[in-house]
Structure formats: C-alpha cells, structure tokens
C-alpha cells in the first residue's frame, strides 16, 4: 500500500524561488508506487512580474492541481492590513512609517492569533484532509515563513501523525540574525526561540541543507539532525545550450537570485575597484548583470554609485529564463559570507551552467566543501591572487578565448535534486509513522 505524505509549505511553483523549488523536487522525484504525495500551500499567480505579486490573492478557481507526481492543494491567501497597504503602492512617509511598524506586527502575533495569520486556510485545508485521510504517514512542513512549523505542529498534536521540519535557512539561528534590529532580535530571541524549540522537539525527523546548519541545529535542539542539499535539477541542464556570446563587446558577470543583508556585495564593490585599477583593465568594458535584482535594486545601485562599471538589474523571471540570462555571462559572482554558513543554494545551479565562479569571501563551510567535491571554482583568498584570477580571465575574454569560460565540474550529479529526493524518502520511511 502506498504511503501517504503531507507537505506543508508557503513557497511552491508557480512561484519561483529556492524555496519552492525544494518541495517541488520532491513531488518530481518521488516513487508514486510507494508514496502519494499531497502539498498544501498558498495560491500564487501565475505570473509573477512585481513584487507586490506576492501579496495578492488570485482569484482562479482550480485548488488541486497535478505538478509532478503529487497533488497540490492551493490554499486562500488573506492579505492583511500591512499587505494591503503595500498593493496600494503609496508613496505617503506616514502610511510607509506604518507598514514598516505592522511588518514587525505580523512577524509575531500571527503564531498566537490565528486570525492575523493570512496563510492559516493552508491550517483548515490540510487538517480537513487529515480527518479523511487518517492513515497518513508523515507531516513535512518546510521553508519559510515558519509558521508553517507550527501547522505541522498542531496537526501532529491533534493526530499523533509523526511530523518533519525542514530547514531551508535557520529560523532563531538564522544567517541574518547578527544584522537585524534590537526590535527583531528581542522578538526573535526572546519570544519565538522558546516557541521554535519547543515546537521542533516534537518532531520525528528534522532535516537541513548544510553541515554547518545542522551542527547548529543539533546543538540548540538537542536531537539528530540530516541533511538533505538542495541541489539543481539536473533536467534543467542535460538540453540547455549555453548562449555566451563570442562577440560580445562587454565582459559579463552574472549574479542570479536574491540578495541578502549578510552577503558582502559592497565589499566586493571595493575589491573589484581597487583590481580593475590596478591591473588597468577599462571598467567601461565591464558590465555587472544581476539576475532577478529589481527588488534589490536600491542598494544595487548604492554600491556601484561612483563606479564606471556597467549594470544591468533585471526583474524576476521565469526560472529557464535566468538560467539562459546566467549562462550568458562570462563569470558568475557568488557572494558567500565569511563568518556564517549559507545555504549555497545556487551554487548548484552555477556548477551545472559550467561557468567560472568567483566565491567573496572565504567560505570554509559548505561552499568550500562543495566546490572541492566538484572541482570547480576559484574562492577569494587575498587581493593579489583572486586579482589574478579576474586579469587572466578579461585577457582571455579579450583575446576571444572562449574555452576558458567553460568548466568541467566533476561528481556534480551527486548534488542533483533527483538524487537528492531520494535520500529525503529514505529518511521519510525511516522516521515515519511505524
């Protein structure tokens, strides 16, 4: 008899981001003799062009749909009062003074008033599945934002069905603690810690991305912790003709995805400056390409201001289409932090484009691990050498040597999403209901 699972997530396609990549690989590579897999999460348009995308409601009538090999149940999603004031695009100081205010609002009460929670259908929809599906066998909740730990959570409560919490990013050990307001730390620190702890003691299995998270997850929860790497989608890749352009008249660097506080980009600014200066290569010639950027396109803009670099900040686009706008640059640009572990999440997706990639700064965590499972990569170690590495790479570029922007990554396929999958169902019947 197959074994019914339930994943709980906020993040899942038509959205595109890591996060809903995740449980979508999961519903693309499971084995449906053995399991059937159900998702539940909120209704996303279809096409996600603004950021303000994110905060409406669609009103398409189709809730179950088939993606992969799993049904998916889309949940209502209810606006609250700061997400209505973001849809009216107010330019008003007093109206963004009480965005930035509810913004802290919501980030907590939702976990203790329901009501305020603007996800919770997700809640309703799957316990009423649970009631007429009482032989399921696990409860996954996954990703951010970690209220749907707490879905999980009560479900586990009100059926004895074991559940997993998996952690994409740390939730109270979080990457982005260290740069987040006293009001945010107090909140974080001092209220749902305790909640997050006792929570994800009851689960039956939790599952990370890195090493390094689960050695901190381990220790702040007290109980085991395996690790499931997010991966790329090997698929995606096995068809995919790369676009370089041999008679491009600029030298591209590509960075693709979001951009988080922690990450050292104006560091990287400085570097880069001081490199192409000494080295004289002409700034005009270079142009920096960030890749689904224009949410963060402010301090983009801020830490390139007094450069003569090129910059070109596109939107968020559909997945295919930023991996074919990433393949097209000569090198791509990995920001990693020095101090905390990442996810490395598209470090994966660089690999499988067979780019050069250039890690700022040291990262002797999971980012040095992968790099050196595949043999690929150059990792900043001192300005002197990584300038070397940038000098060598624009005279290639300008002498049209184009094999030098083609790596061959070796063992990659161990990191592939499918491979991956199968280690996620193989912890599944492990900790599963017995």
């Given amino acids: 008899m197959k074994k019914k699972i339930v994943i709980i997530c906020n993040d899942f396609p038509p959205y595109n981001s890591i996060g809903a990549e995740r449980p979508a690989s999961w519903c693309r590579h499971v084995d449906s003799e053995k399991f059937e897999v159900h998702v539940f999460c909120r209704k996303w348009k279809e096409k996600l062009t603004a950021p303000e995308d994110y905060f409406v409601n669609p009103q398409n009538k189709d809730q179950i749909k088939v993606y992969g090999k799993a049904l998916v149940h889309y949940c209502n999603f209810k606006p609250n009062l700061r997400d209505r004031i973001i849809l009216r695009k107010s330019a008003s100081p007093l109206l963004k003074l009480i965005q930035k205010s509810l913004t802290f609002f919501y980030y907590i009460f939702p976990y203790f008033i329901r009501r305020l929670d603007s996800t919770r259908d997700i809640l309703y ?46 939730w109270s050990c979080n990457s982005a603690v260290p740069h987040m307001n006293i009001i945010q730390k107090i909140l974080l620190l001092g209220v749902l810690r305790r909640l997050e702890k006792k929570m994800v003691r009851s689960a039956s299995l939790v599952i990370t991305v890195t090493p390094a998270l689960k050695k901190q997850l381990e220790e702040f929860l007290g109980k085991k912790v395996e690790v499931v790497y997010n991966g790329f989608e090997e698929l995606e890749f096995l068809g995919f003709v790369p676009r370089l352009n041999e008679k491009s008249e600029t030298f591209i660097i590509g960075y693709l ?176 209901r017995s």
């Fill in 125 to 170: 929809e799957a316990r009423a599945f649970l009631e007429q599906n009482p032989d399921v066998f696990m409860i996954i909740a996954t990703g951010e934002p970690f209220i749907v730990f707490r879905y999980a959570y009560l479900l586990h409560k009100e059926t004895g069905i074991p559940w997993a919490a998996d952690y994409r990013d740390g």
């Fill in 257 to 432: 995805g979001s951009l988080y506080p922690f990450q050292p980009l104006e560091d990287f600014v400085r570097f880069f400056e001081n490199c192409t200066r000494a080295q004289k290569i002409p700034a005009q010639k270079v142009v920096f390409r960030f890749i689904g950027g224009k949410a963060f396109s402010e301090r983009i803009k801020k830490a390139f201001k007094n450069t003569s670099f090129g910059l070109e900040i596109l939107p968020r686009i559909p997945r295919q289409e930023a991996l074919i706008e990433a393949s097209s640059s000569h090198v791509l640009l990995f920001l990693a932090n020095g101090t905390l572990d990442g996810s490395a999440a598209k470090l994966y997706e660089y690999i499988a484009l067979k780019r050069p990639i250039f890690i700022f700064r040291e990262d002797r965590g999971t980012v040095k691990e992968i790099l050196e499972a595949v043999q690929t990569g150059f990792m900043f170690s001192d300005e002197n050498t990584s300038c070397q590495f940038w000098t060598q790479l624009f005279q290639a570029w300008k002498n049209g040597q184009q094999e030098a922007f083609m790596t061959r990554p070796v063992n990659y396929g161990s990191f592939s999403r499918e491979n991956q999958a199968k280690k996620f169902y193989e912890y599944i019947l492990e900790y599963g």
